[in-house]
C-alpha cells in the first residue's frame, strides 16, 4: 500500500518519468548527444530507439541526484560505444547539417553557410576527443550542464570529470586552431567558438 502512494507521489511531482515522457522531453537532447558523440546521421534513429529501449528496462528516471538529461546521456554513451565496438568501421564525420536541429535563425544563404562551416570545424575538432573526453566535452560545453551533474549522470566522480574537461579543452582547442589555419586560405571560412554550437 505505501509502494502505491509513493508511486503516485511521484508521478505527481515529476519524480518519476517512464520512458514514453523521457523521449518526448528528451530526444532532441539525445540525439544531438549521439550526433556530437560521432554517430552517423543515418544511424541516429536506430540508435535512439535502442537509448529509450534501455531506457525503458531500467524502469525509466527516478529523480535521485542526477538529472534526466546527463542520466539519458549515460545510456547514449553506453550504447553509442558499444555499437561502435560491435562495427569495426572506421566513424565519418557526422552529420552536421542535423546537428543544428532547429531552424536556422540566420536571414542570409552566406549566414547559413558561415554557420554550416562553423559547426563543420567543430565537428571535426570533437572527432579527435576520445569518447570519454567528448563525452563529459559536449556534456559541459555544448550542453550546459554542471560537472557535478555530468559525474551523476555519468556515474564517475567529480574529479575525473574536472580532469576529462581540462584535457578534452586542450585537446580540441588545439584540434580546432590547426583545423582553422587548414582552412585560412579557403574563400568563405570564419572564425568560429564553442559558444557558437551551442544549440
Known amino acids: 500500500m505505501k509502494r502505491v502512494r509513493r508511486s503516485k507521489r511521484e508521478a505527481l511531482t515529476g519524480e518519476h518519468l517512464d520512458a514514453e515522457a523521457l523521449y518526448r522531453a528528451h530526444a532532441d537532447f539525445v540525439a544531438r548527444f549521439l550526433l556530437r558523440l560521432g554517430a552517423h546521421g543515418q544511424d ?10 534501455v531506457a525503458h528496462r531500467r524502469g525509466g528516471f527516478v529523480r535521485d541526484r542526477a538529472k534526466p538529461t546527463t542520466w539519458l546521456a549515460e545510456i547514449s554513451f553506453r550504447v553509442f560505444s558499444d555499437r561502435r565496438k560491435k ?37 571535426s575538432a570533437l ?6 573526453k567528448r563525452a563529459v566535452f559536449v556534456l559541459y560545453e555544448l550542453e550546459g550542464e554542471s560537472c557535478d551533474s555530468i559525474a551523476q549522470g555519468l556515474g564517475i ?27 585560412r586560405s579557403t574563400p568563405g571560412t570564419s572564425r568560429e567558438v564553442v559558444a557558437g554550437a551551442r544549440a
Open 157 to 183: 566522480p567529480v574529479g575525473t570529470v574536472y580532469s576529462r574537461l581540462h584535457s578534452a579543452r586542450r585537446d580540441f582547442a588545439r584540434a580546432h586552431d590547426r583545423i582553422v589555419e587548414e582552412t
Open 87 to 123: 562495427s569495426r568501421r572506421k566513424l565519418e564525420d557526422a552529420d552536421t547539417e542535423t546537428i543544428a536541429m532547429a531552424p536556422s535563425q540566420a536571414s542570409s544563404p552566406s549566414e547559413r553557410t558561415e554557420k554550416r562551416e562553423a559547426l563543420a570545424r567543430v565537428q
Open 44 to 53: 541516429v534513429p536506430d540508435l535512439l530507439q535502442e537509448v529509450f529501449l
Open 127 to 132: 572527432d579527435t576527443l576520445t569518447p570519454e
